[in-house]
């Protein structure tokens, strides 16, 4: 059985996310660099048709999307675990924030960073409004819970963990938000937690 293959860059919250999961697990895996070179050429897109990370490898089995990797890896190696409950209403809590997590955070936190950071081609002012209803509903949740989809830590914190703790860097304060950065300490406290290489906080601060 070979090792497991993670094709990703480090500052991608996307594959942060599944680095946490694998580290949290102690499932060992291999890092492969996949920069926006490697991505545009016709082997990578192979493995994802639009060139897109993070790739998980595992056992010649391909799977792209970060959160369908984290639905993956719990399945296959933690299935009686906290990280994806079996109980119907809490399994519903969980799918709900996954799909914040491609929603709201993906087009307004995350579209917020890589505009700032990587002059990516995303509306600004439009992901800014996104985060600036998102965060309030967030921080509202997070004052009764101490995580988002049950009492346990799930893969639905994970999803959404790396690009709200990196929100600073898309010029978006967290400083408002108590209960947001009590969470995102929870998180990162728990073993097997790895940081994400931090970029300097960008002069267009809301």
């Known amino acids: 059985m070979h090792p497991i293959q ?27 660099e996949a920069p926006a070179s490697v991505r545009l050429t016709t082997e990578f897109q192979q493995f994802s048709p639009m060139g897109q990370i993070p790739v998980l490898i595992d056992d010649g089995l391909v799977l792209t999307d970060s959160n369908a990797i984290l639905v993956y890896l719990v399945k296959r190696y933690a299935p009686d675990s906290h990280w994806l409950p079996e109980d119907a209403v809490q399994a519903a809590q969980v799918q709900l924030w996954l799909s914040k997590a491609a929603g709201e955070i993906r087009y307004g936190v995350a579209a917020a960073r890589m505009v700032a950071q990587f002059n990516a081609p995303e509306d600004y002012d439009a992901s800014v409004a996104i985060a600036g209803l998102f965060f309030p509903h967030l921080e509202q949740h997070l004052s009764q819970h101490d995580f988002l989809a049950t009492g346990q830590v799930t893969i639905a914190d994970l999803a959404c963990f790396s690009y709200v703790r990196a929100a600073p860097e898309g010029g978006l304060s967290l400083e408002p938000y108590p209960a947001i950065r009590r969470w995102l300490a929870r998180i990162a406290a728990l073993p097997g937690y790895q940081p994400q290489p931090e970029l300097p906080l960008p002069t267009i601060a809301q």
Do not use: I, W
């Not at 991608?12 to 890092?31: I, K, Q, T, Y």
């Open 6 to 32: 993670l094709y990703g860059t480090p500052l991608s919250g996307h594959c942060h996310r599944v680095v946490l999961l694998l580290n949290m697990l102690n499932l060992p895996f291999e890092a492969k």
